[in-house]
DNA sequence: AGCGTAAATTGACCGTGGTCATTTATTAGG
DNA sequence: CCTAATAAATGACCACGGTCAATTTACGCT
């Protein structure tokens, strides 16, 4: 077994990503059409299913690098240390997150892994989120947020939040608020209990 | 304008919907299809859509009604007062909305309403859950719970923590922890926070 | 090079949600 | 009662995701 998998399989695949990405592209993920996808990439219908699972598949992985990316920009950044610079913070990754309805819902759909064996880039991503929010809690750092709970508490807690306030969002009857005005309220009272 | 509305139309869709309940006894909602609604109604596939948007409209229907129903027997029980009492009072409809991914998935898609007039029975259901949350933390009442925020954002924060907790709960790699346990935890750093 | 086997690819085919021009039923007016 | 106008129902049809037996290609071995 030195060779299981063949270049030609790579090269395939790497076709039908990119072709894919110049799809979302032109029409945006929502209009993505595997037919589409397989024509671009000049193969067969089902050589797309022998690369991916399924269409969402394939949306998984193209909305994940995405977010992963944006990730890695947000870990670079000096941590938060007020509530309005969290929100700030997270902006970046709203703004991916709800380009879209139909976006938020792959994502919603995939933020849990479904399998225990290799979890998709979205599911990664967020568990990526959750240790990244965590450092900015650290108990040994200099913040002013509430220390009674560990900081990968507070973690899903803004993981919470912020789905709340995105689902909102899309929702016509809240949307005078805009998410970071609703995000501030959550957080400040999340992070900042008075009690 | 009289009479805008036949009263052929309200037994069509009337038959529709037994229809669909009776599929959904036998196979569940995720086995439902347009087809054996129709079918079963004797009616053609066309006035199936007539009457609904589409097939999504008709699950939010059935799924909305178990929802209400749920909430309205959960108004009427006296306000939890200990953290695991309103875990407690929430089992009955974290089971409903967890009894299968597929159900958790048309819930989640529907709890915001899209357009203004006319919000579906999900985010009809999703405005009564916050609504009932809140009597709970009303702040003439004699409850041990935070009394720093308002009721309504306690409540708010009680339908994010309660989604967060749903969806790790169909994530393998988390599903050790009960949902239960997990909602706890949450509770307990949102409405006793000790700073 | 030639062969056998396993992996990759193919495309006709299917299931099912959703559409729409046409047909049928209902109602209001004379 | 008849007729015109409107509402409701019909079902052939389409779009698109997904399947699978058959075929082609690549690779290790002698």
Redesign the pocket.
């Known amino acids: 077994m030195?060779?299981?998998?063949?270049?030609?399989?790579l090269?395939?695949?790497a076709n039908l990503v990119e072709a894919a990405r110049a799809i979302v592209l032109d029409v945006g993920y929502e209009g993505?059409?595997?037919?589409e996808v397989v024509k671009r990439a000049?193969?067969?219908?089902?050589?797309?299913?022998?690369?991916f699972a399924?269409?969402?598949a394939l949306l998984e992985l193209l909305i994940g690098e995405a977010l992963l990316e944006c990730l890695d920009q947000m870990a670079e950044r000096p941590a938060p240390v007020t509530v309005p610079e969290v929100v700030e913070h997270l902006m970046p990754l709203i703004g991916l997150m709800t380009q879209s309805r139909f976006v938020f819902d792959v994502i919603v759909r995939h933020s849990g892994a479904a399998v225990v064996e290799s979890l998709g880039p979205i599911a990664q991503s967020f568990d990526l989120q959750y240790a990244v929010f965590a450092k900015w809690f650290d108990p040994e750092g200099d913040h002013p947020f509430r220390r009674d709970v560990p900081p990968e508490l507070l973690a899903e807690g803004i993981q919470a939040f912020a789905i709340q306030a995105m689902a909102l969002m899309f929702c016509a009857i809240n949307s005078v608020t805009s998410v970071e005005d609703r995000l501030t309220v959550y957080l400040n009272a999340w992070l900042l209990p008075s009690k």
Chains 1, 2 share one sequence.
């Open positions: 030195n060779k299981p998998v063949q270049q030609r399989t090269k395939t695949r993505l059409r595997t037919e000049s193969v067969a219908k089902g050589t797309f299913f022998a690369h399924d269409k969402d």
